[in-house]
Every structure is written in C-alpha cells, then in structure tokens.
C-alpha cells in the first residue's frame, strides 16, 4: 500500500511539475515546488514501501508510510498511507 501511495504521489509531482513548465504564467512557481515536494515524499514512500516488503528497516518503512499519506490531494494517498502504517505497526516483530 505504501508503493502504490508512493506512485500516486510521484505522479502527482510530476503532472504539477509538468503543469508549471507548460503555463508561463506569474506565480507557477510555487505550482513546481509543490510538484517537487510530491516527487520527493513519492520517492521516499516508494523506499519504505520495499522496505517493508522486505521486512527491514522497520523505521524507514514506517517513515515512508507516514509521507505516502501526504501525496494526491490528502485524500486517496491519507488511506493507502494510513493503511500501510496499520499493516507495518502490526507486523513490527516481523522486521529485522
């Protein structure tokens, strides 16, 4: 759940970051920079999300669900973020 938050939120990044590029207007700046903080929250929840596959690093796994739940519009990505953080705190004793 965590990688397919991540996804969603490295995707998102990417349209807004794209979005920005193409609308030469004032102000879409801000539009890229938040496009990047998506990417980047994406990249590292996609990190923890195969950590967590793995059943290593149980903090890097937790720490990726925890920013999976800020990707795609807080809504979608909170539930897959929030489900994942369910299913690594529950296996916790699982992890090396």
């Not at 990044?13 to 890229?32: E, F, N």
Request: aromatic share 10%; charged share 10%.
């Amino acid at each position: 759940m965590a990688i397919l938050a991540g996804v969603l939120a490295l995707g998102q990044g990417l349209i807004y970051m794209a979005g920005s590029a193409m609308i030469d207007l004032p102000g879409t700046g801000s539009l890229c920079f938040c496009g990047g903080i998506d990417f980047v929250f994406g990249m590292a929840s996609v990190f923890g999300g195969v950590s967590a596959l793995r059943r290593k690093h149980f903090g890097i796994a937790v720490l990726g669900a925890v920013l999976g739940m800020l990707g795609v519009g807080l809504l979608i990505g909170f539930l897959f973020g929030l489900i994942a953080l369910i299913f690594i705190a529950i296996s916790r004793e699982e992890f090396e």
